[in-house]
């Protein structure tokens, strides 16, 4: 007899995501000759920039030469692309961070999800309510999470910190100490940001705690105003409590091509079981040698070329152009009386649903009587309920259809 892992029955049956998809394929099973724009799912539409494709076919080119051909890159990501990384998201912003503590992945998600192999099931987890469903799920599967309370949305040894209008979407202090606290800013969902001194309450709080804090700085590159940090390690001596995960997904379109990173400061230590000091870089690295073979050359490539002068250019056109997304969304949902947040250094709006409808409900209605669908706010945490997200990621022509359908609705 085989046993399974049994705390992957504790899940719900499917993720948020895969959720809406079986609504949306009801639906346009139902009413063909609607079309349908999705502003659900945080998908990027726009192509690959002019820089990646070149960068994508000089790769392919060499892999077929003998000379130029490559096997099997470092487990950690190619040196050019660390060294990349560090000069361009971190040095350039005075932070001190050494190529060795960068590992390349195939995105945030995966890296998010597989920290846990190195953290013991007894930790404690805070996060923020509403919060990315990655980070709850992957703690029921690795068995951190207890059982799902009669409510149906909290788990038992979650701790969550709730983020609504009624904080201005900042989370507070945990009255009880958590062992890892998840924090992403710009936030997913809520599009909200935390300022320096709000982020340093937390660096200080896991300081003095002896907490980790696991950064999701997936969105930091829409940040526009200047004094919103792009990295937790901005913050004083933030590389003794913090993991920090970044994308290239949202930023430059990789949501297919899959690229991503993760640093892992040298200075940060975890303890073992006898209450030793143990390097979470070292811990980190042998995971990844182990289990992980590298993302491939030809993407890394690509990923290089974010960070040339041309390649910054046009991934900051293909940010403006979401971003514009967001403005003409927020104005024209606010035109319409509704209370809106989120949307000015992040690309997602999230909506306060009128009328206290539920956040199904309004999903419902939008879907049925507008042909939109986003995601209700109640998939990603308790504190969800009565808002809702909608995305920036959209086509233009689309963004603009939808809020035309939006200015006509009887709401
Ligand atoms: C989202 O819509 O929240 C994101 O696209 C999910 C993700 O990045 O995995």
Known sequence: MVSINDNYLKL???????????????????????????????????????????????????????????????????????????????????????????FISDGAKSDLGNIGDILSVKNRVA????????????????????????????????????????????????????????LCYPNNPTGTTLSKA???????????????????????????DENIPHSIYEIENAKKIAIEFRSFSKTAGFTGLRCGYTVVPKELKLYNCSGEKISANKLWNRRQTTKFNGVSYIVQRAAEAIYSPVGRAQIQESIEYYMNNARLLKTALQDRGLQIYGGDNAPYIWV??????????????????????????????????GYFRLTAFGRYEDTIESISRIRNWDL
């Open 198 to 224: 709000e982020l340093k309450k937390w660096v200080d709080y896991a300081l003095e705690n002896d907490s980790l804090i696991l950064f999701d700085a997936a969105y930091e590159a829409f940040i526009h």
């Open 352 to 385: 306060k649903t009128p009328n206290g409808l539920s956040s199904w409900k309004f999903f419902d209605r939008l879907l049925y009587e507008c042909y939109i669908v986003g995601t209700p706010g109640i998939g990603f945490g308790p504190s969800g309920e």
């Open 127 to 182: 996060v923020t309510d509403p919060v990315y469903p990655v980070y709850v799920d992957t703690n029921v599967m690795g068995g951190r999470a207890g059982v799902l309370e009669r409510d149906g949305q909290h788990w038992s040894h979650i701790i969550y910190l709730p983020c609504t209008a009624g904080n201005h979407f900042i989370p507070e202090l945990p009255a009880e100490r958590p062992d890892i606290i998840y």
């Open 12 to 102: 719900p049956e499917s993720y948020l995501f895969s959720d809406i998809k079986k609504k949306v394929n009801t639906f346009k099973e139902l009413h063909p000759e609607a079309h349908v724009i999705s502003l659900g799912i945080g998908d990027v539409t726009r192509p690959l920039v002019p820089v990646l494709i070149e960068a994508l076919h000089a790769a392919v080119d060499e892999m077929g030469h003998t000379e130029t051909f490559r096997g099997y890159g470092p487990e950690q990501g190619y040196r050019f692309l660390q060294e990349k990384i560090v000069a361009c998201d971190f040095h350039a912003r005075g932070v001190d961070i050494d190529a060795d503590e960068i």
